[in-house]
């Protein structure tokens, strides 16, 4: 069956940068859409970036040019790489593909 797991969240200071890994088993991530989502206490959940079977990646305007996704397909892991971390960033984030999969979430807190 799909599994995906999450990890790589932390506590880290306002401006820093941390990398969340998504690491998949029960399917190839090279051949699905993987994306990246987070849930703060209080609001919905909601879409953060996302990379497609060919390569495309698109983000939140509110993390675009602070955030990367990325994958190795070797691995069959994806990543955000999250980069000048602001307080609002933090949240439960959680990895999810094709068929509506999600992994059970990493815990980003960024202190001011």
């Known amino acids: 069956q799909v599994q995906l797991v999450e990890s790589g969240g932390d506590l880290v200071q306002a401006g820093g940068s941390l990398r969340l890994s998504c690491a998949a088993s029960?399917?190839?991530?090279?051949?699905?859409?993987m994306g990246w989502y987070r849930q703060a206490p209080g609001k919905q959940r909601e879409w953060v970036a996302h990379?497609?079977?060919?390569?495309?990646?698109n983000y939140a305007f509110s993390v675009k040019g602070r955030f990367t996704i990325s994958r190795d397909n070797a691995k069959n892991t994806v990543y955000l790489q999250m980069n000048s971390l602001k307080p609002e960033d933090t949240a439960v984030y959680y990895c999810?593909?094709?068929?509506?999969?999600w992994g059970q979430g990493t815990q980003v807190t960024v202190s001011s």
């Open positions: 990379i497609t079977s060919d390569g495309s990646t």
């Open positions: 999810t593909t094709t068929g509506g999969y």
């Open positions: 029960g399917i190839i991530i090279s051949r699905n859409y």
